[in-house]
């Protein structure tokens, strides 16, 4: 009797472990099924309406990771982790952020610190399926990023994009942070490389986030010059279709260089280009271009008029 008892014991715990490995398996099985339509970018930049993008991504990020809380080593969910919190915060929490700081400050803040937040969530993922890839390079990435980055090749340009621009944007929202700030040169670094590997990336993505990494100045080691030459490559390569770079090169060097008329010029072409001309960018021009009407419509907040326009001016004689 002992004996048949024992058998029937040996018996569950083998059911119960077949239904557990078979529920596990199920589970896989389904999440194998789903991850590429999830993980599909092109769904959501290609969205003709902001807002319904905005209301999705939460939920899609919230499932992608789940997730990776059952399979933390997935490299296509880290790799959407990455994109998805990155695009979540630069196209709607620092945009609205932006687009807010002309009627409360308050609100603009906040903004940007959820986008803050989002963008260190988003490197965190990025950093984890580089070090899929590559294990240790997150250590070396900050000992010596010019050579750590040489181990990444054509097939890692995607995730170099992403982890870089999310690296970037969260240090240029956290630069009363001395440690983040000091990961510029890796950030940087990231970028470069994917450059290098394959400039037109995209239709000139890399080339449009140059624009602004550049436009910080000669004290922070950008070039207004050099800005310009990766805004007159990314039209290049984009066929003038992407209204990024112009919103880009008006906000970074134009207001710098105090040429009203430049930013207005380049504002204006940014809107009139035709978000269904390119699809696949679709959503992001469309939120370029509600930023750039806005610029616009407070350009004399942003540029003075010289005193001897004013004073030519019949009203402001005396």
Not at 83 to 89: C, N, P, S, V
Not at 127 to 135: I, T
Not at 265 to 285: C, G, H, V, W, Y
Request: aromatic content about 8%; proline content about 5%.
């Amino acid at each position: 009797m002992a004996e048949f008892s024992t058998v029937i014991k040996r018996s569950a715990v083998t059911l119960l472990a077949a239904t557990v490995l078979a529920g596990c398996s199920l589970r896989s099985m389904a999440v194998n099924a789903v991850m590429p339509a999830l993980a599909n970018p092109t769904v959501y930049l290609s969205e003709e309406d902001p807002e319904v993008a905005r209301d999705a991504l939460p939920f899609l990020l919230k499932t992608i990771e789940s997730i990776l809380d059952a399979e933390p080593e997935r490299p296509d969910a880290l790799l959407f982790a990455n994109t998805g919190f990155l695009l979540y915060a630069s196209a709607f929490l620092q945009a609205d952020a932006e687009i807010a700081e002309w009627d409360d400050y308050e609100l603009s803040g906040e903004l940007h610190g959820r986008a803050h937040r989002m963008y260190l969530r988003a490197r965190d993922y990025g950093l984890r399926k580089a070090e899929l890839d590559h294990p240790g390079i997150a250590v070396r990435l900050r000992d010596d990023a010019a050579a750590a980055v040489a181990v990444f090749d054509e097939e890692d340009v995607e995730s170099l994009y992403y982890l870089g621009g999310a690296w970037l944007l969260a240090i240029s929202l956290g630069l009363d942070q001395p440690a983040l700030v000091a990961d510029l040169p890796a950030a940087r670094a990231l970028l470069d490389r994917a450059l290098e590997l394959d400039e037109d990336y995209e239709r000139g993505a890399l080339h449009a986030a140059f624009i602004t990494l550049e436009s910080v100045g000669e004290a922070m080691g950008g070039s207004y010059a050099r800005a310009r030459e990766h805004f007159a490559r990314a039209v290049e390569l984009s066929e003038g279709l992407d209204a990024g770079p112009y919103v880009a090169l008006a906000t970074g060097v134009a207001i710098a260089e105090e040429n009203r008329e430049e930013f207005r010029e380049l504002l204006e072409t940014a809107i009139a280009i035709d978000p269904d001309e390119e699809p696949s960018n679709r959503l992001l021009n469309l939120i370029a271009q509600k930023r750039a009407r806005v610029l616009l419509d407070h350009i004399d907040d942003l540029f003075f008029e010289p005193l001897a326009a004013l004073d030519d001016d019949p009203e402001n004689r005396p």
